[in-house]
């Protein structure tokens, strides 16, 4: 058999290109559907289709260019010279990951509409990202804040959701105040803690770098130099919208995620975030990205549950 060979001349690189016991091998060859042979310093495949040999090619090159500059060669960054940054996708382009000083782990955009969402936050000033659960909206968002905030383009990250009640009442809810809302900031404090430890937040917090509190307590504020992210924002109204909208300040950037398919506002109240988009759109300097079930990395089941609602839905 004539093989194609990609010789990697350090041992070390070496075992991190293949990762633990082959896996990221074992991911490639499920890529490229052909057998990745390891032998020596050397990995092949068999010599046949140019274009499975170009793309095995890219991705040996891309895995030892991130670990080279510091990146870890895990399913995720894997995931991304698969879906966004490789020579066989239609929209292929090379774009560098969000990389957090003292970050716990690199943030790859996995799917072209996550590379779509991260390349319209580092040109626009506002940014909406529509869709379903699962798709990466607030993870994306709040990597690529914390790596404005840490490295100091931005002074601080404020971020918010607006407190909806799905299904409950929040004046049932045992504690103060501060304990009623805890659970609706909680996936952004998760967040957060997986990019950046749990002691760093707290830290952040505790110095005012990072606040984070309810919609309720943007109004009469104007956020100067910070990177401001609404979460949720399909439950916000109309005025709720706006009056967010207008604490932009001098030098500050926003985005705002949202999930137009799982509004909890009462009957008849239009969502503030789809008023927004169909109306503020076509603003120079302002970015729209709507995802779906294609970009859902919870897992494969959430990706299942998302699609199978959205058949049902047409």
């Known amino acids: 058999m004539e093989a194609y060979t990609i010789v990697v001349p350090d041992t070390v690189l070496l075992g991190q290109v293949c990762g633990t016991n082959d896996s990221n091998l074992r991911l490639i060859e499920e890529h490229l559907g052909v057998p990745v042979f390891s032998k020596g310093n050397e990995l092949a495949i068999a010599k046949g289709d140019p274009g499975i040999c170009r793309d095995f ?10 670990v080279q500059s510091g990146g870890v060669a895990d399913a995720d960054l894997l995931q991304s010279i698969f879906n966004v940054d490789s020579p ?4 292929f382009r090379r774009l560098p990951p969000v990389v957090i000083p003292g970050g716990l782990k690199r943030v790859y955009p996995k799917s072209p509409h996550q590379a779509d969402f991260l390349s319209c936050l580092r040109e626009k000033d506002l940014v909406f990202c529509v869709g379903p659960a699962g798709s990466g909206k ?6 690529h804040a914390l790596e404005e905030v840490l490295s100091r383009r931005k002074s601080t990250l ?5 407190v909806v009640e799905a299904g409950e009442n929040l ?15 909680r996936p952004l404090y998760d967040a957060m803690g997986y990019l950046i430890g749990r002691e760093a937040v707290r830290r952040l917090t505790e110095s005012a770098v990072i606040e984070i509190a309810p919609l309720a307590y943007m109004r009469g504020r104007t956020l100067h130099n910070s990177f401001i992210l609404l979460d949720e924002a399909q439950n916000t109204t109309i005025e ?6 207008t604490r932009i300040g001098d030098g500050s950037s926003v985005c705002v995620t949202g999930d137009i398919t799982q509004i909890d506002l009462p009957a008849r109240t239009p969502s503030g975030l789809v008023h927004a988009i169909s109306i503020l759109d076509s603003i120079d300097g ?9 970009d859902v990395v919870r897992s494969p089941l959430v990706k299942k549950i998302v699609q199978a609602y959205e058949h049902h839905k047409n």
């Open 240 to 245: 709720q919208m706006k009056m967010f909208l």
């Open 171 to 185: 004046g049932y809810l045992p504690g103060d105040l501060e304990q009623k809302i805890n659970p609706y900031l």
């Open 138 to 143: 607030t993870f994306i968002g709040i990597a």
């Open 88 to 91: 066989s996708q239609e929209d």
């Open 158 to 162: 404020v971020l918010t959701r607006p």
């Open 286 to 294: 302002i970015g729209t990205v709507s995802m779906d079930a294609s």
């Open 57 to 66: 090619r890219h991705i040996i090159d891309r895995i030892t260019d991130e």
